[in-house]
């Protein structure tokens, strides 16, 4: 295509008119076409596979984490479970006092107790 | 499970793609790839920088593919984000080669080298880049929309998410402009 055949072709697109559909195919016929380079899909798809990795690995740590934290969870409601019973069978009561091992305790005790005499 | 995906319309793609299926995702790449290189290219010429703004249309499009409804048609959508990030890169430069530099529309500097027995067609080439170069930004994305994408001054408006006045206004300026300057090529 001759440099003045282009020219008026660009001239024509601006115009709002004109079917632009046919001078666009037309300058792609004429060598004015573009394109990324060789490899392009298939880098695309190996950025993708490692963000999609990274995603897993969170996910997993994440999944990791609320298990450790049920069984932290679940061995301190059973280790709060079995120290109740215990105080209860030894205490024989579920008392505020007997709760804080104060139930076989008189006030003369605890005043000796923290005085020392 | 599928093999190919050649014949498989925009759709399926799309929902194969949501699925995890690479397969797809990489026949969307395949199919639009010219496509955002003619919004790209057109924009920041054949630079290094261009095939990286390119990369990240489509990782942006991977990302967003949970939030396409099919209201437009997926070029339609896939055309606004290579706009977006490109405008969005002009800018990034610009204000780059401002805070550096003195030259501030340095964008488009790399031109094809010259292929042998092509010499007409990459003059061509040559023309339209150089036509596109010293445009403003705003004026050259709606040249590129219509001349290298070949689309009506509706769909370019849609595209751009501009009033249809601006479009024609933008156009008109664009072609006061490139008057002089098409003289010169």
Request: net charge neutral; with cysteine.
């Amino acid at each position: 295509m001759k440099p003045s055949e282009l020219k008026k072709l660009i001239n024509q697109a601006l115009d709002p008119e004109t079917d632009t559909g046919k001078i666009a195919e037309r300058l792609q016929n004429e060598g004015v076409s573009y394109d990324f380079k060789d490899g392009f899909t298939e880098k695309i798809t190996d950025r993708l596979s490692s963000v999609s990795l990274v995603l897993k690995r969170e996910t997993e740590f994440r999944r990791n984490l609320n298990l450790v934290f049920y069984r932290i969870a679940i061995t301190g409601i059973a280790a709060i479970i079995i120290l109740a019973l215990s105080i209860f069978i030894a205490q024989d009561s579920f008392s505020f006092n007997s709760l804080l091992g104060l139930g076989d305790s008189y006030d003369e005790t605890i005043v000796c107790l923290l005085t020392g005499n | 499970m599928r093999v190919s995906y050649k014949l498989a319309d925009d759709d399926e793609l799309v929902k194969a793609s949501l699925d995890g299926d690479k397969l797809a995702f990489g026949e969307i790449v395949e199919r639009y790839r010219k496509n955002v290189a003619r919004t790209v290219k057109g924009m920041l010429g054949d630079t290094v920088y261009a095939e990286d703004i390119g990369q990240e249309v489509f990782i942006n499009l991977y990302n967003s593919l949970g939030s396409f409804r099919g209201e437009a048609k997926l070029s339609t959508y896939i055309q606004r984000i290579a706009v977006n990030l490109t405008l969005n890169e002009i800018k990034r430069r610009k204000r780059f080669f401002s805070m550096f530099s003195h030259k501030g529309n340095e964008e488009m500097t790399e031109v094809e080298i010259a292929d042998a027995g092509n010499e007409e067609k990459v003059e061509a080439k040559e023309i339209v880049n150089k036509a596109l170069a010293d445009l403003d930004p705003k004026f050259r994305i709606v040249v590129t929309m219509r001349l290298l994408q070949g689309y009506s001054t509706k769909e370019t408006a849609e595209i751009l998410n501009l009033p249809l006045g601006t479009v024609l206004s933008r156009l008109s300026r664009a072609q006061e402009q490139l008057k002089e300057k098409i003289k010169l090529l």
